[in-house]
């Protein structure tokens, strides 16, 4: 059996489960394990030091996959932008067929990637920014909740409500994000008119996933409480581990504290220390409240399997179950 959506058709997987983009954790090995097991990876561009190391990457994924994986394009603004236009080169000219943008609007993407065969899924947090990119010709969207690891704007619409907003306005395939962690999330998403998920907290948490064992055991011993709201005073809010130093963060910022006064807190730097040495209070890592349902560190594999086939039971048989025919009743 398998669940088929408007999701699976469009992108061409096998099932409706995709595994977003996540700086220092998007590489070769996890995409293609998500790959390997049916579901949609994306490599995440910017977590390639320069255009040239993405083509090496998405050579080195093709080697370990044969089925299909994007790649994701953050577009944040900075005040050094990387060079897009060389990395979304690198997409074209490596032959990807899927894209993840996120960040900010895809319009000035969306020519060249279309021109090329590829379809875009923009992942987005309001139900006014999926409207606006489906309206530009994205082909397929990925409405990021509250719940959601990572940023999730500005607006506080937790999942329920978001998605089946967007539901109702969006026509193209539409994916749920934001604290999806197991088959009876990926049931609800489906309940509430989604045609699938997409999870990082979930796929960082795997054995595949690159980064320190310690990271992953402390997401296991993590709860739906665990996490942080930095930036918020900037309008640049971020859902990140709950540790020393973005409790810090956000005192200082809670005191009137501007983004110099954090600066040295949450560079970048601090952050790899955690994914690379497993010491988890080094700095700033991202993660999510699905760290509450994540209980274990399967393979990719084990995971997509376990939901998709705990899924089918839960669809034809306890929420079958409740349906009474009332007919038959009669009969009797
Ligand atoms: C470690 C980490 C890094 C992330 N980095 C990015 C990123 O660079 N670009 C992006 O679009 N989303 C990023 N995200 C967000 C995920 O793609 C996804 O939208 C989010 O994790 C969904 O929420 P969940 O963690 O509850 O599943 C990141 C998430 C995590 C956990």
Same mark, same amino acid.
Request: charged share 20%; hydrophobic share 45%; net charge negative.
């Given at each position: 059996?398998?669940?088929?959506?408007?999701?699976?058709?469009?992108?061409?997987?096998?099932?409706?489960?995709?595994?977003?983009?996540?700086?220092?954790?998007?590489?070769? @090995?996890?995409?293609?394990?998500?790959?390997?097991?049916?579901?949609?990876?994306? *490599?995440?561009?910017?977590?390639?030091?320069?255009?040239?190391? #993405?083509?090496?990457?998405?050579?080195?994924?093709?080697?370990?996959?044969?089925?299909?994986?994007?790649?994701?394009?953050?577009?944040?603004?900075?005040?050094? !932008?990387?060079?897009?236009?060389?990395?979304?080169?690198?997409?074209?000219?490596?032959?990807?067929?899927?894209? @993840?943008?996120?960040?900010?609007? !895809?319009?000035?993407? *969306?020519?060249?990637?279309?021109?090329?065969?590829?379809?875009?899924?923009?992942?987005?947090?309001?139900?006014?920014?999926?409207?606006?990119?489906?309206?530009?010709?994205?082909?397929?969207?990925?409405?990021?909740?509250?719940?959601?690891?990572?940023?999730?704007? %500005?607006?506080?619409?937790?999942?329920?409500?978001?998605?089946?907003?967007?539901?109702?306005?969006?026509?193209?395939?539409?994916?749920?994000?934001?604290?999806?962690?197991?088959?009876?999330?990926?049931?609800?998403?489906?309940?509430?008119?989604?045609?699938?998920?997409?999870?990082?907290?979930?796929?960082?948490?795997?054995?595949?996933?690159?980064?320190?064992?310690?990271?992953?055991?402390?997401?296991?011993?993590?709860?739906?409480?665990?996490?942080? #709201?930095?930036?918020?005073?900037?309008?640049?809010?971020?859902?990140?581990?709950?540790?020393?130093?973005?409790?810090?963060?956000?005192?200082?910022?809670?005191?009137?504290?501007?983004?110099?006064?954090?600066?040295?807190?949450?560079?970048?730097?601090?952050?790899?220390?955690?994914? +690379?040495?497993?010491?988890?209070?080094?700095?700033?890592?991202?993660?999510?409240?699905?760290?509450?349902?994540?209980?274990?560190? !399967?393979?990719? +594999? %084990?995971?997509?399997?376990?939901?998709?086939?705990?899924?089918?039971?839960?669809?034809?048989?306890?929420?079958?179950?409740?349906?009474?025919?009332? +007919?038959?009743?009669?009969?009797?």
């Amino acid at each position: 059996m398998a669940i088929t959506t408007k999701f699976t058709e469009t992108f061409g997987v096998e099932h409706p489960i995709a595994q977003g983009g996540m700086q220092w954790v998007g590489r070769a @090995e996890l995409v293609a394990a998500v790959a390997n097991a049916g579901a949609l990876g994306f *490599l995440t561009a910017l977590t390639q030091p320069t255009p040239a190391d #993405l083509a090496n990457e998405i050579a080195k994924t093709r080697d370990l996959t044969d089925k299909p994986f994007g790649v994701n394009l953050t577009i944040l603004p900075a005040i050094n !932008p990387p060079p897009y236009d060389e990395y979304r080169q690198v997409i074209v000219d490596a032959g990807i067929k899927i894209v @993840e943008t996120a960040g900010s609007n !895809p319009a000035p993407h *969306l020519p060249m990637f279309h021109d090329n065969g590829i379809k875009v899924l923009h992942k987005c947090t309001s139900v006014r920014h999926a409207v606006k990119a489906q309206s530009l010709g994205v082909d397929g969207i990925s409405i990021d909740g509250f719940e959601c690891a990572g940023h999730p704007g %500005e607006d506080d619409v937790p999942g329920l409500v978001l998605i089946p907003a967007a539901a109702a306005q969006i026509e193209i395939p539409m994916i749920a994000s934001g604290g999806f962690a197991d088959a009876r999330g990926l049931v609800a998403a489906l309940a509430l008119g989604a045609d699938g998920v997409n999870m990082g907290s979930r796929f960082m948490c795997t054995v595949e996933s690159c980064i320190h064992q310690n990271v992953k055991e402390a997401i296991v011993a993590g709860d739906e409480r665990g996490t942080e #709201l930095i930036f918020r005073s900037l309008h640049n809010t971020a859902r990140v581990a709950s540790n020393q130093v973005s409790r810090e963060v956000v005192e200082i910022l809670k005191n009137g504290g501007q983004f110099p006064d954090v600066q040295e807190l949450v560079a970048g730097v601090r952050g790899r220390r955690v994914f +690379d040495e497993g010491d988890v209070d080094a700095g700033i890592w991202t993660v999510g409240t699905a760290m509450g349902l994540i209980n274990d560190i !399967p393979t990719c +594999d %084990e995971l997509v399997s376990r939901m998709v086939s705990e899924a089918e039971e839960i669809i034809l048989g306890r929420l079958g179950n409740m349906v009474e025919d009332d +007919d038959e009743e009669n009969v009797a």
